[in-house]
């Protein structure tokens, strides 16, 4: 009876994302000392400004490549590609983010599906109802625990439109997550070698914005109770759009997430200048004007 009750709690803590993975917290973890030697590096040396001009184009093409590919593309399906060279390419940038392509698409999938229950993997509001200790799990916290995803989000069926390409970023995952680094150091030495550390850093914390930081503050929902929040912070620190947390959930297959022509979303204008020059098609618009 008591080897049950034991297998039983196993499964509901395997379910609700209470496994620690100790070397994705190793791996977060030393990214973070990397950043700080970077710091020290800069305070200590210097950078000069082709490498600080390097990694601005890196954080812009990273944050192009989780939230135009990742989110919009492959999660969503906002918009359809006419080109596998472009729709490579933009995985590859969110693989160079640091972020596998097949696990950010099935969490973000079922984060829509089941949002605030025990099946979302980084919710603001479930297990812990919000406050600062909801605000870290859904921040970086639950990042580093399993999550038991239903059957429907277990695997990716290979009806999906972008199963080969998710594939091919999971299994080069970590050559193409290297070679953000390998890269910039062989173009701007150490000086391109320690920024990137800061560069992975501030895209990982601004992606984790949007779940954080998106439920706390900023402007709720005209209608409905809709969790999220269109957050002028992240909309400047995220500057690809992702701030716009509350038109995302208001309307989740948008390629837009600025519905105004004026919304700062690079996303949208990237996606805008793709669809002129004929590369991307099916390009999904809000249904409904913004609330903001």
């Known amino acids: 009876m008591s080897t049950s009750r034991s297998i039983g709690r196993e499964q509901a803590r395997v379910s609700h994302g209470r496994i620690l993975q100790p070397w994705t917290l190793l791996g977060i973890v030393l990214?973070?000392?990397?950043?700080?030697i970077a710091i020290w590096y800069g305070a200590s040396f210097g950078f000069s400004w082709r490498s600080i001009m390097l990694t601005g184009i890196y954080t812009l093409l990273t944050g192009i490549g989780v939230s135009v590919a990742y989110h919009r593309m492959l999660t969503h399906q906002s918009f359809r590609t006419n080109s596998k060279l472009l729709e490579y390419a933009l995985v590859y940038w969110g693989g160079v983010a640091g972020q596998n392509a097949f696990t950010w698409v099935l969490n973000h999938r079922s984060h829509h599906e089941f949002g605030d229950t025990e099946h979302d993997p980084y919710s603001y509001y479930w297990p812990y109802h919000g406050g600062v200790r909801g605000f870290l799990w859904a921040h970086v916290i639950a990042l580093v625990y399993t999550f038991g995803r239903p059957a429907k989000y277990a695997s990716l069926p290979r009806s999906d439109p972008y199963y080969d390409v998710i594939l091919w970023e999971q299994k080069w995952h970590t050559p193409i997550f290297l070679s953000g680094f390998f890269i910039p150091a062989f173009i701007a030495g150490w000086e391109g070698f320690w920024l990137t550390f800061l560069r992975v850093v501030y895209v990982f914390h601004v992606t984790w914005m949007v779940n954080s930081v998106c439920h706390m503050w900023g402007q709720r929902a005209a209608r409905g109770i809709?969790?999220?929040?269109?957050?002028?912070?992240?909309i400047v620190l995220a500057f690809v759009g992702e701030g716009f947390h509350i038109n995302h959930h208001l309307n989740p297959s948008s390629a837009y997430l600025g519905w105004k022509w004026w919304h700062f979303d690079v996303g949208k204008w990237v996606i805008q200048l793709f669809e002129l020059l004929g590369l991307v098609y099916d390009v999904h618009r809000p249904r409904a004007p913004s609330s903001g």
Not at 31 to 36: D, K, R, S, Y
């Open 226 to 234: 809709i969790p999220g929040r269109n957050s002028l912070f992240v």
């Open 31 to 36: 990214l973070h000392v990397g950043a700080g």
